[in-house]
């Protein structure tokens, strides 16, 4: 166990003192961390706290001008570490606190080749800089914290060029954290060097989507210094975020985005036209064409790099986010699985939402736990809870060992006439309709149409859960300009089911607040309706990319082949009643780029199989 950096011994089992009830700090007495429950405590004035802003000088230079990049950072610390005391940081790197741009997206309908969008830099900064969007400050400051607020490269009062978080970010959070521990150099406004004397050295990364990427890539490369990091929908993979298996694929609802996008959206420097050669070769490099896995997306490959975080990581991932797709937990989650790394992961049933919204306190709670343990040496019982909590229905939550369930166990299901069951059997044919969406094909299973298959199992004699990774084997030709092929598992059974996580006129206070920085937020609730069916989870396929995601090989026309690929994992329960439907296509609108109709796949159900990850 390391040392103790408290300043003032004070661990768990010590007397401390809630919030509301601290009196000034006696003269005799130094400030320090006050511990109780595990936990630290609300000691220190959020309202006196000091607020300033320094830039930590990077070793690239991405925009080209002759200078080391400067990343802008914006700190608040408790007032005393002017003094004696030195605190722990937290830390949320972000592209976001400028505003974004709006970029041209991609076409998602192919004529002939996907074109690159026609793009010029834009005039300038949307707006004023606003660091307001972090919550962090106003819960961990008083509880004896520093929290930093950092604009990524090319984005706010940074320099350098947005990539993607691409290896020029990645050094630029780096270079943050190793200020901290004394290993860079800062600057504020006026050009004198400031060092972080407050500082004890243990960082904790955290934040949400982008924001919770940046912890993942840096702790990629084990920056001494960086004990954790607290990745809420963070993508480990950014090729699975816009590629599956060799297809180009979009987030849920924006078809076209991609790799190049995102950068240009977020870029709100000073002068952005000087970006403009790094964003040309970055929609270059990342090859919208062929969908092919190259250098470039494996640069942004975190989760490969994730059995050897010298970080420990606290994750969460919400099962209807189809932005940052379930996959991008799963392949970290086994990453540090396989490496022992200390790991906690939350489960929920929202989208791309904040566990701060879904489950309010009780994830403060869990995070005071965690950055106590982590960064103050506390020994608290955070490490010996269940790793995962996974929210089944809204509001009910369970507890796992781990993730996917241990119990759950391959069921191979054969296609036939007769549906999802031991042995398949006869051919089949689609013909793909590239306009039609997956929630219309699949709401009539029982009716012929020609633009999809539909197999479903007998009606289910008990609840049965799913729990990891769909595969589907398939045994087809196609013939046509689609090299597309999707898969869809849905629940039909009429039920009323989540349909959102939307806003309230409620509000609740988390943390302190001051005029410019309100520790409130609108409170979030679940809503409901009855469906007669649901998709569960999805999964596509370029056929040319069938060997390899690495490089395309065609296929001849009316040729079989062989078709392997995973949907996207998930946890689910089929209810006593219902019954289990997988549905084939070739175009997945939302989703998948969108050739011209009419191209046909000819399906062998004799060779074609869905094996399902089930426990009763």
Same mark, same amino acid.
């Not at 964003?279 to 969908?291: A, F, Q, S, Y």
């Given at each position: ?8 011994? =004070? ?9 509301? @009830? ?30 300033? *802003? ?10 080209? +001008?002759? *200078? ?114 004394? *290993?860079?150099?800062?600057?504020? =406004? ?26 993942? =890539? ?8 960086? *004990? ?11 090729? +699975? ?115 701060? +919204? ?13 950055? =106590? ?64 969406? %997956? ?21 289910? @004699? ?43 006129? +409620? ?78 296509? %070739? @175009? ?29």
């Amino acid at each position: 166990m390391r040392p103790s950096l408290l300043p003032v011994a =004070a661990l768990a089992g010590l007397a401390g003192l809630v919030a509301g @009830t601290l009196p000034a700090h006696a003269d005799t007495e130094p400030p320090h961390i006050v511990v109780k429950d595990g936990k630290t405590q609300p000691t220190f004035s959020f309202a006196d706290a000091i607020r300033e *802003k320094v830039f930590v000088e990077t070793d690239v230079d991405s925009d080209g +001008d002759g *200078k080391r990049d400067r990343v802008s950072v914006y700190i608040t610390r408790p007032k005393e570490t002017d003094g004696r005391l030195k605190v722990a940081s937290i830390l949320e790197g972000s592209p976001y606190f400028a505003g974004t741009q709006d970029p041209p997206y991609h076409p998602a309908d192919v004529t002939d080749y996907p074109r690159l969008a026609p793009w010029t830099p834009p005039p300038g900064p949307p707006g004023a800089t606003s660091y307001s969007r972090v919550y962090y400050d106003n819960y961990f400051v008083s509880r004896g914290y520093a929290v930093l607020a950092a604009d990524t490269l090319g984005t706010g009062d940074s320099d350098g060029c947005p990539t993607a978080v691409g290896p020029n970010e990645t050094n630029g959070m780096k270079s943050v954290v190793e200020w901290l521990t004394g *290993k860079a150099t800062a600057y504020d =406004a006026n050009g004198r060097e400031v060092r972080a004397s407050w500082s004890t050295g243990n960082v904790g990364m955290a934040g949400k989507s982008y924001d919770g990427t940046l912890p993942l =890539a840096t702790a990629a490369t084990r920056v001494r210094g960086l *004990k954790t990091v607290v990745s809420i929908s963070g993508v480990s993979n950014w090729y +699975d975020e816009y590629r599956a298996n060799g297809g180009v694929v979009a987030p849920d609802g924006w078809e076209g985005e991609d790799l190049d996008l995102h950068a240009k959206a977020v870029l709100t420097r000073r002068d952005p036209a000087v970006c403009a050669p790094v964003m040309h070769d970055l929609e270059k490099k990342m090859d919208r064409v062929t969908g092919d896995y190259n250098r470039t997306w494996d640069e942004r490959n975190f989760a490969e790099s994730a059995p050897h975080f010298q970080a420990s990581v606290f994750m969460t991932s919400g099962l209807a986010d189809w932005n940052v797709k379930p996959i991008q937990m799963s392949l970290l989650w086994d990453g540090l699985k396989k490496a022992g790394v200390d790991r906690k992961l939350w489960i929920h049933q929202a989208a791309h939402d904040e566990p701060l +919204d879904v489950r309010q306190s009780v994830w403060l709670e869990t995070l005071n736990l965690w950055f =106590a343990h982590e960064l103050y040496d506390v020994r608290n019982d955070i490490m010996r809870q269940p790793r995962v909590d996974l929210e089944r229905t809204p509001g009910n939550w369970e507890t796992h060992k781990d993730w996917p369930d241990a119990s759950a166990r391959p069921v191979r299901l054969g296609l036939s006439s007769a549906g999802l069951g031991k042995h398949g059997n006869g051919t089949a044919q689609i013909v793909d309709d590239p306009s039609r969406r %997956a929630e219309d094909l699949a709401a009539d299973p029982g009716s012929a149409d020609p633009n999809r298959l539909v197999y479903l199992t007998p009606e289910l @004699t008990k609840a049965t859960k799913l729990s990891g990774t769909a595969q589907i084997k398939l045994r087809a030709s196609l013939d046509g300009r689609s090299p597309y092929l999707s898969a869809v598992l849905i629940d039909y059974g009429t039920d009323e089911r989540v349909s959102g996580f939307v806003p309230t006129s +409620d509000r609740w206070c988390y943390g302190d607040s001051i005029p410019s920085d309100e520790g409130c937020r609108t409170v979030r609730k679940y809503t409901t309706g009855v469906s007669p069916f649901k998709i569960v989870t999805r999964g596509w396929t370029d056929v040319r990319n069938r060997d390899s995601i690495w490089r395309s090989t065609p296929v001849k026309a009316g040729k079989e082949y062989t078709f392997t690929w995973p949907m996207q994992p998930y946890d689910y329960v089929f209810k006593k009643g219902h019954r289990i439907g997988l549905m084939l296509l %070739a @175009t997945d609108h939302a989703y998948t780029l969108r050739y011209p109709a009419g191209t046909k796949v000819k399906v062998d159900l004799h060779d074609t199989t869905l094996t399902l990850p089930l426990t009763p």
